[in-house]
């Protein structure tokens, strides 16, 4: 079997529990992370500059940035300030889009990059891409992986249901993402990265059985792990193959066609469970249904402010969005008539597997 070239690339720090990011000073201390103690601090508005004050007093004279918006304007805004002094380290704390900003902006300058995550809404808290948006669109940039990895469960706890919601549904598309890779290495003969495909799975599995709920400290954790994992999974063979496959094509469709509907954990979500009944894997399917309907995540296009026609339309378009990338979708290659029939067929199955 052919293998991927690996260059691992793994954080030297992972921390998740309560009252972390109050233990920041000590991780920083760390000569590995801070040889000299010139460390930046990036934060987003509102929650992040309280969490500032709050770890001000262990973080001596470290500078603070405030950054809005998660653009690429603002990252590179944010790159020149950190030019100006030679950090050892910079550290993003807060959600997706403070963390993707300050990953961009300290990869573009060669600084390593502590990630600090105050929600669970989706992988990139590990992972070696930036989502940012650029001249009215969303880009992904590829960056250099987080040297440490934190997430302050009180602050998750605190937030919006519906993040860590998100979260939930993007570690559970890794299923299926790695299900389309190992497709397209039977078929096509592409390489295949064992290590990548066992770290996404691993997080993904652990979280679809885990009986607790996003009010747990124990489910908390094991979402907060996965998502790490897919991160991680992503930097060791170089590519995002094992965490995004075809529900993340359907995801790029539906930014394009009908944007603003939902979250990106959530379209992944709807878009893993149909790639997993298109694959005609009825044990999955039904742990994935299980699982994301207990957690309060659509399973049907309407529960995601779809039509029927919308979500066909996005299906039949989702292969034009990673013309390089071989999924279930481009396997089966369906016409829209075909895809609604197949729809039909799905609701039926979720109607039988969900009562």
């Given at each position: 079997m052919p293998l991927l070239a690996r260059t691992v690339n793994t954080p030297l720090a992972i921390d998740v529990r309560r009252g972390a990011i109050a233990d920041l000073g000590p991780l920083l201390a760390d000569r590995?992370?801070?040889a000299g103690g010139?460390?930046?601090v990036v934060v987003g508005p509102g929650q992040g500059e309280r969490i500032a004050e709050l770890i001000r007093p262990g973080l001596g004279n470290a500078d603070v940035f405030t950054v809005v918006g998660g653009t690429i304007d603002a990252a590179q805004e944010l790159g020149q300030n950190l030019r100006r002094r030679s950090y050892d380290a910079v550290v993003g704390i807060g959600g997706g889009k403070t963390i993707d900003t300050t990953?961009?902006?300290a990869s573009r300058y060669g600084i390593p990059m502590v990630s600090v995550a105050t929600s669970l809404a989706h992988d990139g808290i590990a992972s070696p891409t930036a989502s940012l948006d650029h001249d009215g669109g969303k880009g992904s940039y590829g960056v250099h992986i987080p040297?440490?990895?934190?997430?302050?469960l009180d602050f998750v706890?605190?937030?919006p249901d519906r993040q860590t919601q998100a979260g939930i549904g993007d570690a559970l598309s890794n299923l299926?993402?790695?299900?389309?890779?190992?497709?397209?290495?039977r078929i096509r003969a592409e390489p295949i990265d064992g290590l990548a495909v066992t770290l996404a799975r691993t997080g993904a599995e652990a979280l679809v059985n885990h009986p607790g709920k996003i009010t747990d400290d124990g489910f908390l954790t094991t979402l907060a792990e996965a998502l790490i994992l897919g991160g991680i999974a992503s930097s060791v063979c170089g590519s995002s193959r094992p965490a995004s496959g075809?529900?993340?094509e359907i995801s790029h469709a539906l930014d394009h066609?009908?944007?603003?509907?939902?979250?990106?954990g959530e379209q992944v979500g709807l878009g893993a469970l149909f790639c997993t009944f298109l694959r005609g894997d009825l044990e999955r399917f039904g742990q994935l249904a299980a699982c994301l309907h207990r957690h309060g995540l659509p399973t049907t296009p309407g529960e995601l402010g779809l039509t029927d026609a919308e979500f066909v339309a996005a299906v039949y378009h989702a292969p034009r969005t990673r013309p390089d990338r071989y999924t279930i979708l481009e396997h089966l290659d369906l016409a829209p008539d075909a895809i609604g029939e197949r729809l039909a067929n799905y609701v039926d199955a979720l109607r039988e597997h969900l009562g």
């Open positions: 590995r992370i801070s010139e460390v930046a990953k961009y902006a040297i440490a990895v934190v997430v302050d706890e605190n937030g299926s993402a790695v299900a389309d890779w190992e497709l397209s290495h075809g529900c993340h066609l009908c944007p603003g509907r939902a979250s990106h």
